[in-house]
């Protein structure tokens, strides 16, 4: 199979990504999420068995000026760091990984968010980590932001960043901005797309990596309900609806 990509469109990704996964026989283990405490007195509180903290950052996301928890929790099983004989990273880690929040009560902290399709499980070994690029989460204003990269050894010639920002409002993770810079790696035409769901606007840039000149165009985004983060699926396939 003979991926394609553009700087536009990314769906060529995931044809290359599980093209890529089944050519190579990859069969990682089923798994189950387990549910986290619902309250703890630290972050390590929220760790399930056979589980690490892998990510932590801290800040006031609900606006009470007191510092919340994220936390990027991973399975660390054995078993499903598999070895393959095909292309890219052996052996894989397929393990799981969780994205939480919790905000400060009282003496401890009290659960809000776990969420395990935002950052998506690593199956096909051509594709990076989609967090070892990016320092994966971080608060900003007030608002959770998660940046996933994507890049593959072979199969896939667009590598691209994705940063989603979420604030917390009633009572959910809404989803407020959307950024992706990709970039074809033949051809070295580049895009920027940046999509404000507050103002209700998208920036839409394009060139080359080879010239400072670019084409920007402005865009007004169709009426939608306002997405969580439970809306948002695998970070990686997400593409917003900006109505071009």
């Not at 797309?193 to 007004?220: C, K, P």
Request: aromatic residues 6%; contains cysteine; hydrophobic residues 40%.
């Amino acid at each position: 199979m003979r991926c394609a990509g553009t700087a536009i469109a990314l769906i060529s990704w995931i044809a290359c990504s599980v093209a890529g996964a089944a050519a190579q026989g990859m069969d990682p283990p089923q798994v189950t999420y387990p549910e986290l405490p619902r309250q703890a007195q630290s972050a390590t509180g929220f760790v399930p068995p056979g589980w690490i903290l892998e990510h932590q950052v801290t800040g006031d996301l609900n606006r009470d000026q007191r510092p919340d928890l994220v936390l990027v929790l991973r399975q660390n099983d054995p078993r499903n760091v598999v070895r393959h004989d095909g292309l890219g990273e052996t052996p894989l880690n397929t393990n799981l990984r969780i994205l939480a929040v919790a905000f400060r009560s009282g003496e401890g902290y009290a659960l809000v968010l776990q969420n395990h399709t935002l950052i998506p499980r690593r199956t096909d070994p051509v594709l990076e980590d989609p967090l070892a690029e990016t320092g994966g989460i971080g608060i900003a204003r007030g608002s959770l932001r998660v940046r996933l990269h994507f890049f593959a050894s072979a199969g896939a010639r667009t590598a691209a960043t994705k940063t989603f920002i979420f604030r917390h409002q009633d009572g959910r993770f809404e989803l407020i901005g959307y950024d992706r810079s990709s970039v074809d790696r033949f051809s070295g035409s580049a895009s920027d797309l940046s999509v404000n769901y507050m103002t209700g606007r998208a920036r839409l840039s394009s060139g080359s990596i080879e010239s400072d000149a670019s084409t920007v165009r402005w865009i007004t985004l169709p009426h939608r309900p306002r997405l969580t983060i439970s809306d948002i699926g695998n970070g990686l396939e997400f593409e917003p609806d900006i109505g071009d």
